[in-house]
C-alpha cells in the first residue's frame, strides 16, 4: 500500500517513514525542509534499505498539493505530520501557525476529496487537555483553552476534520501524543533541532556535549513529588509504531467511527528531575543543571490513560525512561561525530 506521510523528513515523520517501510508499504514523502535536512532520506535508506521517494514543496500552496495528488493517484493513506510546533514561536508569531498548520491540512482535505484518498492519520497533542482535572488523562476529558496558537492549531485541526467527515468520503484517527524523545536505536536518525532547543531532552542533550552551558529547570514549587514538572515521555519508535497500526487499520477497514482520537504515552509521568538522573546515569556524567523559575505556560503534570489505544490499536509503548534517555544521547554523539 502506498502512504503520504507528510513532514517525512521530520522527528517523528522520518521514524515512522523506517517503521511504515518495515511493515511492506511504499512510502512518498512530502516535506518542505523548514525544519529538517534532506541528508534524512539517506539515512532512512541505510536503515531500512530503501531511500523513500520524496517531494519537496510547501502543502500550504493549494495548487501544487493538487497537482502531486494528480501524478499520484495510488496514494491509499496520508499520515500528516508536516506543521510548526514551537510552543514559544508559535506565540511570537500566530499567523505563520495558523497560516501553516491550518491551511496545510485543509488544501489535504480537500486533495482527499477531489482524488478519492479515503484515510488520514493526524498528528495531534496532549496540549489539548491542558491541565486536566483528573489524571491520568483520558480520551474523553474536556478540550481545554489552548495555551498557545501551536495548541490552538491542534485543536482547531481536530474540529476542521471532524466537521468534514460528517459530509463522508474520509475516515481519520487522531493521534495525541504525549512528550516524545529518543531517537532509532542506530543513531541514523533523531531529533534535529535547529537553533536553541525548547524541549527538555534536546536541551539535556546538547547540555551534556557542550553546545550548551546549562540545563535550567523550569519550577521546582509544583505540587509532584519533587516539586518539578511531570509529563509522559514516549519514546519515538514507539510512537511511530502506532502510525502504522492506525493507518492499517483504517486500510483494513477496522474503525469503529470515522474519526477516532487516541492518546499516545506510556501512562507514567516522569518529573524533570527523575528524566536528568536518568539521563545521568545512562550516559554516567553529571549534568550542568540550575533551578530556575516556572516557564510560562507550562502545566504542572499531565500523563495519559492508554487503556482505549492499548486495547482499540492493540499497541503499547513498551520503551523505558532508561532506553529514551540512552537513545537521545547515542544520537547527539552521534550527530557530534559527524560535525567533526
Ligand atoms: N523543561 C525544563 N527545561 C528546559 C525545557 C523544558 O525544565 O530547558 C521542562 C518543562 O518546563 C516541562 C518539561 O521539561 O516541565 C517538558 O518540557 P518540553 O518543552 O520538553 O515539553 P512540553 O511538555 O512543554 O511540550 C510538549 C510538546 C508540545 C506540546 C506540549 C503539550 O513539545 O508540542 O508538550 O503539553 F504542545
Not at 497560516?99 to 482524488?115: G, P, Q, V, Y
Not at 476529558?141 to 474540529?159: C, D, L, R, V
Not at 514516549?234 to 467511527?257: C, F, G, N, T, Y
Not at 490513560?305 to 523505558?320: H, P, Q, R, V
Request: aromatic share 8%; charged share 20%; net charge neutral.
Amino acid at each position: 500500500m502506498k502512504i503520504l506521510v507528510t513532514g517525512g523528513v521530520g522527528y517523528i515523520g522520518s521514524h515512522t517513514v523506517v517503521e511504515l517501510q518495515k511493515s511492506g508499504h511504499e512510502v512518498v514523502i512530502v516535506d518542505n525542509l523548514s525544519n529538517s535536512k534532506i541528508e534524512v532520506l539517506n539515512q532512512i535508506h541505510q536503515i531500512s534499505g530503501i531511500k523513500p521517494e520524496c517531494e519537496i514543496f510547501n502543502l500550504d500552496d493549494r495548487a501544487k498539493t493538487f497537482e502531486f495528488f494528480k501524478n499520484h493517484t495510488d496514494i491509499q493513506g496520508i499520515i500528516h505530520f508536516a506543521a510548526f510546533k514551537a510552543v514559544g514561536e508559535s506565540v511570537a508569531n500566530p499567523l505563520k501557525y495558523y497560516r501553516n498548520n491550518l491551511i496545510s491540512l485543509m488544501n489535504i482535505l480537500e486533495a482527499m476529496k477531489e482524488f478519492g484518498v479515503p484515510n488520514l492519520v493526524f498528528s495531534s497533542s496532549c496540549t489539548v487537555y491542558g491541565q486536566p482535572d483528573e489524571l491520568p488523562v483520558n480520551e474523553q476529558a474536556p478540550i481545554q483553552k489552548a495555551m498557545s496558537p501551536y495548541g490552538n492549531t491542534k485543536q482547531i485541526s481536530e474540529e476542521i476534520i471532524s466537521d468534514t467527515i460528517l459530509n463522508g468520503g474520509i475516515k481519520a484517527i487522531a493521534l495525541r501524543y504525549f512528550n516524545p524523545i529518543g531517537a532509532h536505536e542506530s543513531a541514523l536518525i533523531g531529533e534535529l533541532p535547529l537553533g536553541v532547543p525548547n524541549n527538555l531532552m534536546p536541551f539535556i542533550t546538547q547540555t551534556a556535549i557542550g553546545i550548551r552551558a546549562q540545563l535550567s529547570v523550569f519550577g521546582n514549587d509544583y505540587n509532584t513529588p519533587d516539586g518539578t514538572a511531570i509529563r509522559d515521555y514516549i519514546h519515538v519508535v514507539d510512537l511511530a509504531k502506532a502510525h502504522v497500526i492506525a493507518v492499517e487499520r483504517m486500510l483494513h477497514k477496522k474503525s469503529k467511527k470515522d474519526f477516532e482520537i487516541f492518546n499516545l504515552g506510556t501512562g507514567n509521568g516522569f518529573s524533570v528531575l527523575e528524566v536528568i538522573n536518568s539521563f545521568e546515569k545512562t550516559c554516567k556524567a553529571k549534568l550542568n543543571y540550575k533551578i530556575v523559575g516556572r516557564r510560562a505556560g507550562d502545566v504542572e503534570q499531565v500523563y495519559a490513560d492508554t487503556k482505549f489505544a492499548n486495547d482499540e490499536l492493540g499497541w503499547k509503548a513498551i520503551k523505558s525512561l532508561d532506553e529514551m534517555t540512552l537513545s537521545a544521547w547515542n544520537w547527539e554523539k552521534a550527530l557530534a561525530k559527524k560535525i567533526k
